[in-house]
């Protein structure tokens, strides 16, 4: 049985990176969520990578949430395009709402951001606070060193190898939609896939 993931918050760098192809795979990713009528969460903003894959999802008739603190308004550009704004008063309420809404979260390229949204997540996750599907999509290598540094924190002792895999880990969007959906089936399963 396949359960359908209704949304999916993608977190990603508010800057667009060096190589061309971390834009190509976040346009392919808003592309794949539209495609698969999947609502975009997303931090809000028209900048970077974080603006390019809500464009996508726009563009190919998709619907997108976008959740912004008032701070980041101008800094982030606020995106006005997108079906849904929510302006928070503040990140943590952002991240509240972001939560709430997302059936699955999904990582591309990013930075310092990213780094922190990817992190709390999957702690939250190993403190057992939620079950949701966590994917990183490891464009051309990029999330290479970030895999490298929670598998080195299990290998020194102090994470779990259950820990280390709420994360998966797949190469681009496709992918990700698939392990989400085997994820959400397997939970109402009771199965352990992880
Ligand atoms: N400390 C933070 N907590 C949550 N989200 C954050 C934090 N710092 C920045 N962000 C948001 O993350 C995305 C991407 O940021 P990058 O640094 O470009 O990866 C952006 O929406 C930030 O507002």
């Given at each position: 049985?396949?359960?359908d993931v209704r949304a999916v918050a993608v977190f990603c760098g508010s800057r667009?990176?060096?190589?061309?192809?971390?834009?190509?795979?976040?346009?392919?990713?808003?592309?794949?969520?539209?495609?698969?009528?999947i609502r975009l969460v997303y931090g809000g903003g028209a900048n970077g990578l974080m603006g390019v894959v809500a464009h996508a999802v726009i563009q190919a008739g998709g619907s997108v949430t976008g959740v912004i603190p008032e701070f980041l308004k101008t800094r982030e550009k606020m995106n006005e395009d997108v079906s849904e704004l929510?302006?928070?008063?503040?990140?943590?309420?952002?991240?509240?709402?972001?939560?709430?809404?997302a059936d699955a979260f999904w990582v591309l390229p990013g930075g310092f951001?990213?780094?922190?949204?990817?992190?709390?997540?999957?702690?939250?996750?190993?403190?057992?606070?939620?079950?949701?599907?966590?994917?990183?999509?490891?464009?051309?290598?990029?999330?290479?060193?970030?895999v490298a540094m929670l598998n080195e924190?299990?290998?020194?002792?102090?994470?779990?190898?259950?820990a280390r895999s709420l994360l998966t880990v797949v190469p681009n969007a496709a992918a990700a939609l698939e392990c989400s959906r085997i994820a959400e089936s397997a939970e109402a399963l009771g199965v352990d896939v992880m």
């Open positions: 049985m396949t359960i667009m990176g060096v190589k061309p192809v971390y834009q190509q795979a976040a346009q392919e990713t808003g592309k794949e969520l539209a495609q698969a009528g929510i302006v928070t008063k503040s990140m943590h309420e952002r991240k509240q709402i972001m939560f709430a809404r951001g990213t780094f922190e949204e990817l992190l709390e997540i999957l702690t939250w996750k190993q403190l057992k606070r939620h079950d949701k599907p966590i994917v990183l999509i490891n464009v051309d290598g990029w999330g290479d060193k970030v924190a299990v290998q020194q002792g102090f994470a779990s190898t259950e």
